[in-house]
Nanobody, 123 residues
Framework: QVQLAESGGDLVQPGGTLSLSCVVSGSDFSNIAMGWYRQAPGKERELFAG???????TYIRSVRGRFTISRNNAKNTVYLRMEDLEPDDTAVYYCHQLKIGYNGAYTSANDYWGQGTQVTVSS
């Protein structure tokens, strides 16, 4: 069973910077793709960043250039550095295992989720 533990969420001002971490256990971590999702109040959970086991990254347009996903396979940890934060970035953030879907894009690999970590961007 895969277990995920996110941490690092906080209240930050617009334009601020925040870094999140996610420790993963129960998987062959270095050989799996990982991603970050977020869910804002009243909205669906969205995948916005992914990283392959080798470290190749992908982002949705709204976070590209502001957010950076990275991983340390020796520590079974995936990271998210967020810069120039905006109020629309307010959400609960989750890390999750990914797979390549039929259309060649990343998609959810299983039903294992952590508790998430709250990021609030407000002045």
């Amino acid at each position: 069973q895969v277990q995920l533990a996110e941490s690092g969420g906080d209240l930050v001002q617009p334009g601020g910077t925040l870094s999140l971490s996610c420790v993963v256990s129960g998987s062959d971590f270095s050989n799996i793709a990982m991603g970050w999702y977020r869910q804002a109040p009243g909205k669906e959970r969205e995948l916005f960043a992914g990283i392959s086991g080798e470290g190749k990254t992908t982002y949705i347009r709204s976070v590209r250039g502001r957010f950076t996903i990275s991983r340390n396979n020796a520590k079974n940890t995936v990271y998210l550095r967020m810069e120039d934060l905006e109020p629309d970035d307010t959400a609960v953030y989750y890390c999750h295992q990914l797979k390549i879907g039929y259309n060649g894009a990343y998609t959810s690999a299983n039903d294992y989720w952590g508790q998430g970590t709250q990021v609030t961007v407000s002045s």
